[in-house]
């Protein structure tokens, strides 16, 4: 299929998970290394695309533990979805998602992991941050 030839509607499909510890309230971040879709990227929550072959929720899963060696038991809600300005053709979709611990460590494409309050997150992205996810980060305090 050429791809060239759709001028709307066709996006490169991100799941990613606020993975949230209800106790610490706090959330997970990954910080990658020469990120070869959008260079000014660095700090991103936990995910990837998709297989065709799994429900997005079963590819999330997936992506966190591969990323973080963590467990996800509990994807509960998407929470936002959106394109970025600095490639729209990307099209991300965010997950509110709960971890039953595992054998914590950066893997897949990170180099490191942190747990942030979530409106600190702002201090480690340096990419756009939508103002309607910040105000979601913000509830979870």
């Given amino acids: 299929m050429d791809w060239t030839e759709f001028d709307k509607g066709v996006f490169l499909v991100n799941v990613l998970g606020i993975v949230y510890n209800p106790e610490t309230r706090q959330i997970l971040i990954g910080r990658r290394e020469k990120d070869p879709y959008i260079k000014e990227l660095s700090w991103t929550f936990p995910g990837g695309r998709p297989t065709y072959d799994k429900e997005l929720e079963d590819s999330l899963k997936d992506e966190i533990k591969k990323k973080t060696g963590l467990d996800t038991t509990n994807i509960k809600e998407i929470v936002f979805a959106k394109t970025y300005p600095e490639k729209r053709e990307f099209l991300s979709i965010y997950y509110l ?4 611990g595992g054998g914590e460590k950066a893997g897949e494409k990170f180099v490191e992991i942190k747990w942030v309050k ?3 997150v702002q201090k480690y992205f340096t990419t756009s941050l939508h ?3 910040l105000e979601y980060l913000k509830s979870l305090e």
């Fill in 97 to 100: 998602c709960e971890t039953a």
């Fill in 118 to 120: 979530p409106t600190d």
């Fill in 131 to 133: 103002p309607k996810l």
